[in-house]
């Protein structure tokens, strides 16, 4: 295992702590030197450096810090000469912040996947047949380009070729192949799934319809706003506490021990400890539901979400095409039959339509067909001579979404298709509702198509707040107006058109597979496969992780402050209070080891 230069700077300090924390108790019990108190104090500001750093920065941004008592505690002992308590105290601090900067480290993620989508390379075409490979950046507006099949297209352009097939899922988020005829436009970022493309470039790499998602993406996450840690909200009440009761332990006592006992058994492990430790375990509970929780805070947010926003397709649907109605216009033909024809036609084709019409023909129980003379054309269709006759099947005008079947020249029946539901979505949809939360539908398709999907789910659908024809920046925008009116948001997607949102939402949540690195880069959350019921799973556990870690907190302030009236007493000494101190720090950590189950 490797770990990044931040996370040893964090670490080290944790393990030089411990090993000085030895050598220091040998030189207590033999009797502290010069040497010894040197080391002493070296290590200690050492083991401190992370905490004093990030309380200095607070301070300088007018912030509450939770760690006031700590440097204070760690500031008497160096000065009464209590180096052991000092040691004991870095050491547990160094510690928990390195349980914490590693739950960082996961978290930090650049759009290296997202930029490196695009190819950096284009292959530049002239007219005598030959490819000139050029950086991507140097392609100027009107250069011809060639994007073969397979390929992203990288640039922004207008179709030279005779047709073509462009897989714009990536964008839009529909899972249909558009076909491309001469003078179309196409996108950057989108595939082609057809024969080889020439394009002339409209635009450059600067001003593409995929520059300016990254750009989206980055500015999202900028304007994502710091997470505040949990403990940091009991930390206000806890050092008023701290400071009435070292306050009274001196007025009584003038006693500068008591008060630095006081303060040791106050030193606040069991809030530093208590959320990472506890939001391990949710991340623990999470991957063995392969779920991967890229940012360990992400738990504690996801706990408080107030709004969740979902993409509709490969989200709430499959993302992929069924044959949702069959118009047999010749009555000639039984719907077994015209199932029967279009089958063996699409049998051997690729395209998402012919594989819906195929699984149809299986479900209607219709008799394999023999064919002759198969010729799909791009763009055009596909066509089989059948029992002596030539049939066609071919995009029906003025739709992207339904195919014609023809029988020479006369349409004998229509195909309709629609994106199917996940069979959990209605059921999963309404175990949110049921917890409260605001639900919401951000999609790139027809209204229509979004309405006729709400139906489906039933009396669920009326809770659904639905806006469709988004474009990526729409889907931004909505979750922005979400957040400005107070919304805690949760955003679940799937494909590159999500990324903006995903990145700029409070959490967000990807269903992820190969082809979708990019939205995954984007996302807080990845769910490893489609179940939709994964994304309820989360927020439960994220709810039951932030009450076990709260539970750990009450119960350690508790047991902190009964101590803090002993120690006031004058019952327990400095040296007696660090270990008691850790005491209470072990009970803590086995009962937020409980959000791992």
Not at 367 to 383: A, C, F, N
Not at 531 to 544: C, H, N, P
């Amino acid at each position: 295992m490797t770990y990044s230069k931040k996370y040893y700077f964090f670490i080290v300090p944790s393990f030089i702590a411990l090993g000085m924390l030895a050598y220091g108790l040998v030189r207590y019990f033999l009797h502290a030197d010069i040497f010894a108190i040197i080391i002493a104090w070296g290590v200690v500001l050492v083991g401190s450096f992370g905490m004093i750093r990030e309380t200095l920065v607070k301070l300088w941004h007018r912030q509450f810090a939770l760690d006031y008592i700590a440097i204070v505690a760690i500031t008497v002992s160096l000065f009464t000469q209590q180096f052991i308590v000092a040691l004991v105290i870095s050491f547990m601090l160094s510690t928990g912040r390195t349980l914490e900067q590693y739950g960082m480290a996961r978290a930090r993620r650049s759009l290296t996947a997202l930029s490196n989508r695009i190819p950096n390379e284009v292959l530049l075409w002239n007219k005598g047949g030959e490819y000139l490979r050029v950086s991507i950046a140097t392609v100027e507006v009107g250069a011809e380009i060639v994007v073969r099949k397979g390929e992203i297209i990288p640039l922004d352009g207008i179709v030279l070729s005779e047709s073509g097939l462009t897989d714009e899922s990536s964008l839009t988020g529909e899972p249909y192949i558009m076909d491309k005829v001469q003078g179309d436009t196409v996108r950057s970022g989108t595939v082609n799934v057809g024969d080889l493309l020439i394009i002339r470039v409209s635009k450059s790499d600067a001003d593409s319809t995929y520059r300016h998602i990254i750009t989206l993406v980055e500015r999202a996450q900028a304007e994502k706003a710091p997470l505040i840690r949990l403990a940091d909200r009991y930390s206000v009440v806890f050092t008023i506490i701290t400071a009435i009761i070292c306050a009274v332990a001196y007025f009584i006592s003038h006693d500068i021990y008591r008060v630095l006992a006081v303060l040791v058994v106050a030193t606040p492990c069991p809030l530093i400890l208590a959320t990472p430790i506890a939001l391990f375990g949710g991340m623990n509970a999470a991957a063995k539901r392969r779920v991967l929780v890229k940012k360990i805070s992400s738990l504690e947010v996801l706990a408080r979400v107030t709004a969740v926003i979902f993409d509709k397709t490969g989200t709430i649907t499959l993302g992929r095409p069924m044959v949702k109605n069959v118009t047999v216009i010749d009555r000639t033909y039984s719907e077994k039959d015209i199932f029967a024809i279009a089958s063996a036609i699409e049998r051997n084709s690729l395209h998402p339509f012919a594989k819906a019409i195929v699984e149809a023909a299986v479900r209607a129980k219709a008799e394999p067909l023999r064919t002759d003379s198969i010729q799909e054309i791009v763009g055009q269709g596909i066509s089989a001579v059948i029992q002596g006759k030539n049939y066609n099947m071919m995009k029906a005008s003025g739709s992207q979404h339904h195919i014609a079947l023809k029988n020479e020249d006369t349409i004998i029946a229509h195909f309709e298709f629609v994106d199917q539901l996940k069979d959990d979505a209605g059921s999963i949809i309404g175990r949110l509702k049921n917890l409260g939360l605001g639900l919401f539908i951000f999609t790139g398709d027809k209204e229509e198509n979004t309405l006729t999907m709400l139906r489906h789910l039933g009396k669920i659908g009326d809770y659904i707040t639905v806006r469709s024809n988004c474009t990526p920046e729409d889907k931004k925008n909505g979750v922005y107006a979400l957040k400005t009116k107070g919304e805690v948001t949760a955003m679940i997607g799937d494909g590159i058109n999500d990324a903006p949102a995903l990145a700029l939402s409070d959490v967000g949540m990807v269903f992820s597979n190969e082809e979708q690195t990019a939205a995954s880069d984007a996302a807080d959350i990845i769910l490893l496969g489609g179940d939709l019921s994964d994304v309820g799973f989360m927020i439960e556990t994220a709810k039951r992780t932030i009450r076990i870690a709260r539970q750990s907190i009450g119960w350690g302030i508790g047991l902190s402050i009964i101590a803090m009236l002993f120690a006031a007493a004058g019952s327990i000494p400095p040296v007696g209070g660090a270990f008691l101190q850790e005491a209470i720090d072990v009970a803590v950590i086995f009962n937020a080891l409980r959000a791992s189950k």
